[in-house]
């Protein structure tokens, strides 16, 4: 089986920016992370089952899709929303914790 690099890229991509969210929410919503702490016995560990699975479903769905030409650029993507995704949620918790 040939790895698809664009149904990778995206689902990286999109994967990154839901632990983002779930991050962030977490910290504001007490509920949401008690549930997520529910789905594996911690929310850490609850985040990195959502965040698994929701890899699989996406790499799935878009393995179909046409191959990328241009992997480099794909990577760029990957790379450059984990750098903002890590500084948005190093923003939030400065913010969070030390601001307002």
Known sequence: MKINSKALTISTTVVIWLIVAMTIVGE??????LSIAKIGGHH?????????IS??????LFIKAKESENVFK????????????GLIIFGFFVQH???A
């Not at 890899?55 to 799935?60: D, E, G, H, I």
Request: hydrophobic share 60%; net charge positive.
């Open 74 to 85: 794909g990577t760029l993507w990957v790379v450059s929303s984990m750098v903002l995704g």
């Open 97 to 99: 914790f030390l601001g």
């Open 28 to 33: 504001l919503s007490e509920p949401f992370k």
């Open 44 to 52: 850490w560990a609850g985040k990195s089952l959502v965040a698994s």
């Open 55 to 60: 890899f699989v479903v996406l790499y799935l």
